[in-house]
């Protein structure tokens, strides 16, 4: 199997990586002169537009007896979702430094900046402008991190290749054996840095490889939406008895509006805001407040919690998608 991690040295990462944003549309720039553009700031006509689509595609929700059979099944259909895409559907999560680089120790002394964010999405106190609260890393027992939801890996390597602390272990896990099974095929798999295993998070007790109060960070990208939203709570209750004092939950997943909440047809819906993919897998699109509260219920503190909108282009068919992800740093 070819590496999927790309042989970046370490001088070369921050010519490499785009900053985020930076690239904003005004009123004079031609729409379709990149293929992206930050902090895009909707209308009152845009969110009216885009409340009147969730709500028609929300008037049909699926019956209990299918909506009990996705969430039962619920592994099988990212066995089947991995099986199918493997590690070719994926790319490696590159960005991941320039908006959480607590998880890179060296990347992190080399002072690189958090991309200055709008005021008015950025609601948290203490991460206004490009100040970065960290933690003092690398401490000297060596930094644990935990991603949940790994998939087949496109954030652990890149953690793996780019955070140059000897004494940093990589925690990963997956709902989905599959998943596991091709992460662990791949040759940056490093079993002396990192473990991969099964979990499913909603379990009542968690068999993991680690004790309470041990990690350091734990990071969840894109994966708090695929649970019920019953049962977010208990995930979150779990992360906080692992993490040490003054641990940190590094958060980015779907936010309301966004296009893919969009694009749902009648009869995909499952619950408010949750929906049923054509593959059996599901999505939530979250507030900023649903995720305050949810963090803040659980013991954490917040320091940040902002909206990312960005608008992407298809220049060739000249088309105009617009993205919506939360994102938030929680500490114990």
């Known amino acids: 199997m070819e590496e999927s991690i790309p042989k970046l040295q370490q001088n070369e990462l921050n010519d490499k990586r785009p900053q985020f944003g930076n690239r904003v549309l005004s009123s004079s720039d031609n729409i379709f002169q990149h ?24 008037t049909i929700i699926l019956s209990d007896e299918r909506i009990q059979e996705y969430e039962s099944k619920a592994d099988k259909y990212w066995d089947k979702f991995y099986g199918i895409h493997e590690n070719k559907f994926f790319k490696d999560r590159h960005w991941l430094f320039t908006e959480f680089p607590e998880l890179a120790a060296d990347i992190v002394k ?18 206004q402008g490009s100040h970065i609260k ?25 953690i793996l290749l780019y955070n140059k602390d000897p004494n940093l272990f990589v925690y990963c896990c997956d709902f989905s054996d599959k998943a596991i099974d091709i992460l662990k095929q791949n040759s940056s798999y490093d079993t002396s840095r990192c473990k991969a295993f099964v979990l499913d998070v909603i379990q009542e007790k968690w068999e993991t490889p680690f004790a309470p109060e041990s990690l350091d960070i734990i990071v969840l990208i894109f994966v708090l939406s695929a649970i019920h939203p019953e049962k977010m709570k208990h995930v979150i209750q779990q992360i906080h008895k692992y993490l040490k004092p003054g641990g940190l939950v590094l958060f980015r997943d779907y936010g309301r509006y966004d296009l893919a909440q969009l694009r749902f047809k009648k009869g995909s819906c499952l619950a408010e805001n949750f929906y049923l993919r054509g593959d059996g897998t599901r999505v939530y699109f979250f507030t900023q407040e649903e995720i305050r509260t949810l963090f803040t219920s659980c013991g954490f503190a917040e320091e940040q919690n902002l909206v990312d909108r960005r608008l992407q282009i298809n220049r060739g068919k000249q088309l105009k998608m617009y993205r919506v992800w939360i994102q938030g740093k929680y500490r114990k």
């Open 134 to 158: 960290i933690l003092d890393l690398p401490n000297k027992n060596g930094n644990k991190i935990l991603e949940i939801g790994c998939g087949v890996g496109n954030t652990v390597f890149p």
């Open 35 to 58: 293929n992206a553009w930050d902090n895009v700031v909707w209308d009152e006509e845009q969110q009216k537009l885009a409340q009147l689509k969730v709500n028609e595609n929300s």
């Open 110 to 127: 080399q002072n690189v900046k958090q991309p200055l964010r709008s005021t008015t999405e950025n609601t948290s106190e203490n991460n």
